[in-house]
């Protein structure tokens, strides 16, 4: 399925959060079976099957990743995270990372996760942007993709938003403590 | 008791809202004016304490004089049978209660009497009886009925309450989460739009939502709590601490004597700094003490400190803040306690709406959205988008859970994934579904075993088992299967771990009847008689207001269809109107697919500005996403 289609957008790995938002509201303003709760069974099933797929249209647009591997999957590139051969050397700053994470998550330093947080995030970004323009632009068709370096960007930008669960997970267990 | 009860045949039936809670119940329907408001009994009293006994003459009674036995017949008088709800025998054991368990697996029975042995899903369907009987006498008749459900109940404490109100005799026309309907209940009062917390702390149960009001869309971001936690548990703090030394020598009847008691002591501690309770046990033994606001504050602070671990995960779990949040709902006759509105006012940094009564919110919100859904209003400015609780998944190697739709996936929602066999010429395959949070399917909830069975024999490992798992609006589960290679469909046995069969339902249905089949033939003709003028009228309308997207010939056809099921629905055989419901039904299909594709344009067109290029651009998208051909192919999955 093409989740851009099945809410009316072009396809690109950033999409305005709100334009998302609202055309998800709209389209289960008509769609949602509730709006069809006295219709004969064959309507209400047609319009709650739509609604699912609607429902699903707007996990994937809302969830980076899968956002952005819907892009690439549009574009005839391969996708699955199997195939990702990653840079040693991305690899390498991940795992340091994690364990800089790990020690301050350890030591309770909430101060030296939130700046691992706003690091992180700032590599999100940069990879995002990075993707958008792998994916040859909004509305450059036809501009061939390179896939060996999307497949590359896909995984480090999954190993990001690991990183970012991760953080959001710790952050979370030192606020209860 | 006769469950056809028609006062006045004339009278349009009324859709009703029930809050079916732990510790009280009530009703609610809207007013030819539009306005929701709760029923009361003779005695001006709209909440039905749900308390349910089961006397030695074999009689029940449900309410306020049922709690009025329940200290001097506790193994006959259930109170907060709510916590009961579809869990399993062994869960019941652990729990301190003064009922007679027996058995000790699958759903847990009470013997009350000789040879009487009720569910938790009957005794609370004896209380929704008696809100039904209570809409009854007041409107004349009723129509479908909203029953709502915490929202952090899990599937089989859903399916558990779905089936009490069938056996009540109850159209349910949807579980409706409670804070949900609390919140629709504020936001038509309001007209606001913006981010609001619910936090609502009942008699037995704890529920976070956090929720998005725009234009009368109500979107839930995130939903949290414990379905285990609520004012009960304040009183039982509170019996332990009025018990001090002695606590650990009650008796199962003293204990339950004292923790009614110690509900008046909070009610009172509400008011003042200091209660002196004096409290006679059964059996004479008394306790004096003088319990201060402080002390019973202290005694509660644990309970409070989960309900705020929740509510910060819930603003987690929606990437919101607390400073992004516009108002919080109180809701719930726990929320009254002043420490529990002191802590929501600091975690969110405001002071919380009160304006609606929190014993009776919900149920007016019930009321909203069973008018709603009957489609009594022409409310259609309202529509609640709601999230699944907990995560839902299934069983692999190792007892590991593989999530199949995580916590928060907005619903209806649906997820496939491919299993193949394991062994030359298998037939059948078992799936174990689970809900929660944890890795282990041991530490999840087990909802249902499944068996797939009819799988076309082929070598180990050569079938492609497609299993749908479909989660409704009512936040309860489908499963359905196919064979991709053949296009065989499956059919799916379920076995609930702690719920009851189809087979158990339609039993006990059968037993509530006085003449039992007659009855039942009779209830099923009403039902397809409703159900036949629901579908000519809204083939009717439709007709009128879309004839141009009829095709040649196809008038004629649906005309003919339309007779005959006026023909069958003047008849007595409810299977002849049910046959001619769906033939119709079958005829409108092409027609009805062809208007939703137009409301499903219009939508996205609606709020189009980006011009003519754009809309090209997304009308080619729809299209190329709905090829007929596979639109067909996924209906057919329906069940």
Known sequence: MNPFATLGLEPAVSIDAKEIERRYRDLQRALHPDRHAQKPASERRMHLEKAVEVNEAYRVLTDDVRRAEAVFALRGVAVDEKDGRIDPAFLMEVMELREGVSEAAAKGDAAALVRFVADAETRRAALLAELEQAAGANGANGAAVDEARATELLGRLRYVRRLLDELEAMTADLEEA | MALLQILDPGAKPKPIGIDLGTTHSLVAYVTATGEPVTLADCDNETLVPSAVRYAPDGSVVVGKQALDAAAHAPAETFLSIKRFMGRGSADVAKEPHPYKLVGTDGAPRFEVGAGRAVTPVEVSAEILR??????LDELGGVGGAVITVPAYFDDAQRQATKDAGKLAGLDVLRLLNEPTAAALAYGLDAKKNGTFVV??????????????????VFQVKSTGGDSHLGGDDMDRALAELLAGDAAANLTTDSRRALELAARQVKHALSERDNV???????GGARVTRTVSRTDFEQAIAPLLDRTLKAARRALRDAKLGAADVDGVILVGGATRTPAVRRAVAELFGKEPLTSIDPDRVVALGAAVQADILAGETGRDDVL????????????????VVERILPRNTPIPAAAAQVFTTYADQQTGFELHVVQGERELAADCRSLAKFTLRGIPPMSAGMARLEVRFEVDANGILHVSAKEQRTGIEQSVDVEPTYGLGDDEIERMLLDAYEHGEDDVKKRALTEQRVEAARILDATRAALRTDATLLEPGERELIDKHVVALEMAAAGEDHHAVARAIESLDHAIKPFAGR????????ALRGRDLGGLESETAH????????PQGERDGRTQVEK
């Open chain 2, 130 to 135: 008696e809100l039904r009987n209570r809409a």
């Open chain 2, 199 to 216: 936090y609502d702390l009942g008699g037995g149960t704890f529920d976070v939502t956090v929720l998005v009001l725009d234009d009368g």
């Open chain 2, 276 to 282: 002196n309770a004096d409290i006679e046990l059964p």
């Open chain 2, 384 to 399: 609640l988008l709601d999230v699944l609780p907990l995560s839902l998944g299934v069983e692999t190697m190792g007892g």
């Open chain 2, 595 to 602: 208007r939703m594709d137009r409301a499903f344009r219009e």
């Open chain 2, 619 to 626: 009308a080619k998208g729809i299209e190329s996403h709905l």
